[in-house]
């Protein structure tokens, strides 16, 4: 019984060995066999390291992530949003690129659409002049302009206004009016039907001589700033 015993204890450990040994056999592309190297304590200590390295560096991109856009900021408006901080523009010829993205309509400002977002340009003239404001070019292909007078939002007076410089064919917009020098104008831009985008504004002297095409002495030229 004892010799029993032994055999079987003998034929378990060679099972057992056996099963070691093939679990450590690999097949190549081949069909050759070869006896896969047991990894050392270094090899699965580095194996570790590493998968803890790239854990902490996905990580820390993840934080990058949300650093960069936290979920919890509002976007922020154009800062000549507000008719108060109207962008200031000078001289008689120039251009000035713009947005109107985020844009919006402040309490007392003179309607025109339902969500419209609007941004504002003030402009004094250098001396009398017949001056051309338009916008072209850019995102924002569908525009609106109007020109007023006045120092605050609740007491603008309208001077002129344009939706479309050709009906069906241009949608950008053009206004001329007759500059009285040192008078400050307010231009008011912003897209039809609540659109928003890039744009460029251009203003410069009307190809006709001011004091031939409008008369300074009539309601255009007379309109004081309230």
């Known amino acids: 019984m004892k010799y029993e015993g032994y055999i079987k204890h003998k034929i378990s450990f060679g099972l057992l060995s056996l099963f070691t040994l093939c679990a450590g056999v690999l097949t190549s592309a081949s069909g050759q066999t070869s006896l896969a190297a047991r990894p050392s304590a270094a090899d699965i200590s580095n194996a570790v390291s590493g998968r803890d390295?790239?854990?902490?560096?996905?990580?820390?991109?993840?934080?990058m992530k949300a650093e960069q856009y936290p979920s919890n900021v509002t976007?922020?408006?154009?800062?000549?949003?507000?008719?108060?901080?109207?962008?200031?523009?000078?001289?008689s010829s120039s251009v000035i690129g713009g947005t109107n993205v985020d844009a919006d309509i402040e309490p007392g400002e003179p309607q025109s659409c339902a969500g419209c977002k609007t941004v504002w340009y003030r402009w004094t003239a250098p001396a009398d002049l017949s001056m051309t404001f338009e916008t072209y070019g850019g995102q924002l292909t569908d525009t609106v302009l109007d020109v007023y007078m006045g120092k605050t939002v609740s007491s603008l007076k309208m001077l002129v206004a344009n939706d479309n410089i050709t009906p069906n064919t241009n949608s950008h917009s053009r206004v001329t009016f007759a500059a009285t020098a040192g008078?400050?104008?307010?231009i008011r831009l912003y897209g039809s039907n609540g659109v928003a985008g890039t744009f460029n504004l251009r203003w410069e002297i009307n190809g006709a001589d001011s004091w031939k095409q409008f008369n300074f002495d009539g309601a255009a030229g007379s309109m004081a700033s309230d």
Do not use: H, K
């Not at 008078?183 to 307010?186: K, L």
């Open 183 to 186: 008078t400050t104008y307010n």
């Open 53 to 63: 390295a790239i854990a902490r560096r996905e990580a820390a991109t993840e934080s």
């Open 75 to 91: 976007a922020l408006a154009p800062s000549n949003d507000l008719f108060q901080n109207a962008e200031v523009i000078s001289g």
